[in-house]
Every structure is written in C-alpha cells, then in structure tokens.
C-alpha cells in the first residue's frame, strides 16, 4: 500500500470538488447584509459572495459586532510592546476599524454602508448568557471598558448588555430589510461568533410580522486545524470540516472567479495587524469557492 505524507493527502483531499448545493444567484435589488463578529470575519468568509452582489445590483451593508480589540498576541506582535494598556487595546479596536474599511473599499462596499457597533471583543457570548435586565454590565478585561468607547460607531456609549445588542441588531435589520443574511456558524469555536449567530436569531423572532424573513446563510471561520491546507492555496477548493461534513448541515457553494479571488487577497492584505500573528492562516480562506451551512 502507498503511503502519502499527511501534508500531501492534505492537499489532495482539499482537491476533491466540493459535493455542496449551488448559492441561489443574486437578484437586482436584492438587500444584503454581512455580520461580522470581528473585521476581517467578513472579508474571510464572504468576500466572494460581497463581489458577487454587487456586480448584479444588490445593496451590500457590513455590520461588525466588536472592533476585534481582544487579540493579544497580535496586539503585542503589531505594536511590539510586551505589556498592552487598556487605551492601548482601544487604539488596536480602532486600527481594525480603518483596515475593515479598507478592506471593503477593495471588495466594493463604500465606508458608509460599514456599521460597526463595538461591544466587547470576547465577551460578547458572556453578554448572553448572564447580562441582561438588573445585571451589571459585561467589563472588558483589557480595555476595562463596560459601554462602547468609540465615538465614531453606531452603538458609542451603549452598555455591554444584552438588551442593547438585540436593540442595535433589530433597528438595523428593520431599516435595511435584507432579502439575505450571511452570519458567523453557530458551530464555530469562536465564542463572539456563536453569539452573533444566537442574537440574530432571536433579532428575527423578535421582527417576525415586521419585516420579510431573510434567508440566512451561516459562514465557518474557526474549527480546529481549518481550512486545510494552511497558507495561500488558490487551486484548491474549501470543504466543510468532515465532522460537520459528516452531520445533518447542509451546505451551500460560491464559486469565486480569478478576479474575486485576487481581490479577497488583496481585502485579507488590508488586515496588517492581523496578518503578523496569523497570516498563513488568513491566506488559508483563499481557495475556489466559500462555503455555507
């Protein structure tokens, strides 16, 4: 029997076309709208599908949960300070802020149709499960800050509660009425993107009657050792994670042409501060197609 080094049967199980369904194609006039629990979220997951609706006339809007000013390694590496202040980390929640909005001006999306609302990077599932009503609200371990402390976003000044969060969200999702919705999985390991995934639900049961139930479409972005291969890998296609594969998700197929994919590189490219602690792993997220479930 051959035997083929795991890095090679990596790849050559990363080849195999991926069996799921095809996107329904956009449609002229279509509202779109991307929650991202982080920048650089949206870029990784739907940069395809964002091109895609633009060029066949669709309104795009990008809503970012946080200003992704919990990573600490990252933090540290980029600024090359060992020991992070508080204002410090608010000052990285503010450079994401200005690498997303660059990052949506490579794939299209002009900075007025970005919403950031800044709650907490990390603590977003903590909102959930235990700070609503009478209790005191969530506290940023790093910023140390407990309201949104960026005066240029939706939500500035905004208690870290649950009640807000679902405030923002619904305000938001009655005004742009958006035909789809593509939201972080509720099966990922990241902590702020099963959140997302969980107010946007009840967001939606909340305005059942108000407006028209969008589809919603949930985007991976962390799962273990995924996507594999690691590192810039065009040629490849992206497959769900085989224990997702192996479940009862469904998934959905977008192919990305040559164009869409040089300008996800060069949106992923915006995103500095990230790419020195992880970019292999950013470069990762461009391969043939993005996928949902």
Request: a positive charge; charged letters at 20%.
């Amino acid at each position: 029997m051959i035997r083929f080094p795991l890095s090679i049967f990596l790849v050559l199980q990363a080849t195999l076309l991926f069996a799921g369904s095809e996107l329904k194609p956009f449609q002229e006039g279509e509202s779109i709208l991307v929650l991202a629990p982080h920048p650089d979220d949206e870029t990784l997951g739907c940069a395809g599908v964002i091109q895609e609706a633009l060029t066949e006339g669709c309104s795009v809007h990008i809503v970012f949960l946080t200003n992704g000013d919990h990573n600490q390694m990252a933090s540290k590496l980029y600024t090359k300070k060992i020991v992070m202040t508080p204002s410090g980390y608010i000052k990285m929640g503010k450079l994401r802020r200005k690498e997303a909005i660059a990052a949506a001006q490579v794939l299209g999306v002009p900075e007025k149709d970005l919403i950031f609302l800044g709650y907490p990077d990390s603590g977003t599932l903590k909102i959930w499960e235990e700070r609503w009503g009478n209790a005191s609200a969530y506290r940023n371990p790093l910023t140390r800050a407990n309201k949104v402390p960026y005066p240029e976003n939706y939500s500035y000044q905004a208690e870290y509660k649950g009640e807000n969060i679902l405030r923002d969200l619904e305000s938001i999702l009655m005004k742009l009425r958006p035909t789809r919705v593509f939201v972080s999985h509720p099966a990922d390991t990241n902590v702020d993107h099963r959140a997302l995934y969980v107010f946007l639900r009840v967001a939606l049961l909340n305005l059942e009657g108000k407006i028209p139930p969008p589809l919603v479409y949930p985007y991976l972005i962390h799962f273990g050792r995924w996507p594999y291969p690691f590192h810039y890998h065009p040629e490849l296609t992206l497959s769900p994670p085989k224990k997702l594969a192996e479940s009862e998700i469904a998934w959905e197929n977008y192919n990305l042409s040559g164009f869409q994919e040089d300008k996800k590189l060069a949106a992923i490219k915006c995103y500095q501060s990230q790419k020195v602690d992880r970019g292999y792993w950013l470069a990762s997220f461009i391969k043939k197609n993005e996928i949902f479930g």
